[in-house]
């Protein structure tokens, strides 16, 4: 979906440069000083408008989020959700995931949330599938070992894929679920695109994977 122009984006992203940080490279190694304590770390890529990342800094206040979105005019949102509700625990990166080696550390982060990614469905495009084996590899080197990726999507094609690579990769699928919303777990926090969907009747699949 085209996202409407917002030319107030820069200055806005500017002024509120504590919550959507500049230069982030530059914290690589140092997450913990950057939230002023040493509470696990959790990064969304793909935070979209907020809802998911700002739901789960309020449900788990002891956890710090990072939210990675490319679209500047979609992570003006997010940063307004987190402005106005003064949430501490979240910092947002206006950055493409393509090279996340290059803003965290080894091993500085615990578990990797990937909503509603963008299936990339035509073969000759696989490579750019955020579960794709050299997105992997990535992720395995800025998580601990145990440390821990759940995936959220509609897309059954994206869903079936993800397992297979996770399995070839030599993770252990902790959960497959096939009808995530059958469930009522209390604790899923929905993100925008999952209230959408799931209105429209489609079925949410889950999958958490460790390594």
Known sequence: MRQRYKPWADDY????NHIALENPDLNKGKWNSVFG????????????????ITGMAKQ???INFVGIEVAKSIIVSTVQKVDEEGLDNIRLLNEDANDIRSLFADNEIEQIYLNFSDPWPKNRHEKR?????SFLEQYQDILPNEGQIVLKT???GLFE????????YGMKLVEVNLDLHAIEDETNVKTEYEEKFSSKGHVI???????
Do not use: M
């Not at 304590?37 to 998911?52: A, L, W, Y």
């Not at 599938?129 to 084996?133: P, V």
């Open 13 to 16: 992203l500017k002024e509120k």
């Open 37 to 52: 304590n040493d509470n696990p770390i959790h990064v969304e890529i793909g935070s979209g408008k907020g809802q998911f």
């Open 60 to 62: 788990y206040p002891n």
């Open 129 to 133: 599938r955020l579960t794709y084996k």
């Open 154 to 156: 509609d897309n059954r």
């Open 161 to 168: 894929y993800s397992l297979v690579s996770f399995s070839e």
């Open 205 to 211: 699949y889950r999958c958490k994977a460790k390594f």
